[in-house]
């Protein structure tokens, strides 16, 4: 089956800096992958997406990059803010029915 | 508003007693699913289904089962919780087909005592 591996599994910013976290994936048929934000206490939502077909796809101040080849994908959060921190997953799915998540990063935005 | 429902979002109970923990959504979707999580941490999958009469096993063991007699209803039975049930369960939903993401209710927090 499919392997997600998320790092880094902290990471402390600047407020105003950026935030990059990478995943890679084991499974070539992966062609979906959802970013999830999940704040303290509540609910993983979604965040972005992008599908196999795309590369690159971006949404305000967040970003994320596909390499098909080498099997990675990464989040990117530019001028961070402090509502920013939260735990973020990364997912990867072949079928849409079976989605495999990376072990999440804690992002910390030092105000 | 469509969305997705657990009850009861905490529950502190003894060792040995049985009890179920409910999800309804009334977002219409087929595909179902129930994982574990410690607050934070990695998400663990315990239970899927993808229609009513459907359920498979995840890859997390969690002596547990699952039933899904009505598509909007998915409700996750411990037969006899331990202390190492302790433990947030998140409950998701997915539409069939492509391009659907999975969205996730707000969990219910179980403690084992």
């Known amino acids: 089956g499919e392997n997600v591996e998320q790092h880094p599994s902290t990471l402390s910013v600047q407020e105003g800096d950026s935030a990059v976290i990478k995943c890679t994936y084991s499974?070539?048929?992966?062609?979906?992958f959802p970013w999830y934000k999940q704040e303290l206490g509540k609910r993983p939502q979604l965040i972005i997406d992008i599908r196999s077909n795309v590369g690159e796809k971006k949404d305000q101040r967040i970003a994320v990059t596909l390499n098909k080849t080498a099997k990675h994908f990464s989040l990117h959060i530019t001028e961070t803010q402090p509502e920013d921190s939260a735990v973020y997953f990364c997912?990867?799915?072949?079928?849409?029915?079976?989605?495999?998540f990376g072990s999440g990063t804690k992002l910390n935005v030092k105000p | 508003e469509a969305d997705i429902y657990q009850t009861p979002r905490y529950l502190v109970i003894g060792t040995g007693k049985k009890i179920t923990l409910e999800c309804s959504q009334t977002m219409g979707h087929d595909k179902m699913y129930w994982y574990q999580q410690d607050p934070g941490m990695e998400l663990h999958l315990i239970h899927y289904?993808?229609?009513?009469?459907?359920?498979e096993k995840g890859d997390l063991s969690s002596e547990s089962t699952v039933s899904r007699i009505r598509t909007e209803h998915f409700p996750l039975t411990l037969e006899s919780a331990r202390p190492s049930h302790t433990s947030q369960y998140l409950c998701?939903?997915?539409?069939?087909?492509?391009?659907?993401?999975?969205?996730f209710g707000n969990g219910t927090r179980l403690t084992v005592t």
């Open positions: 997912a990867a799915t072949y079928n849409f029915n079976k989605f495999y």
């Open positions: 998701a939903s997915g539409a069939a087909g492509r391009n659907s993401p999975l969205h």
């Open positions: 289904s993808y229609g009513v009469n459907s359920t």
């Open positions: 499974d070539s048929a992966s062609n979906y």
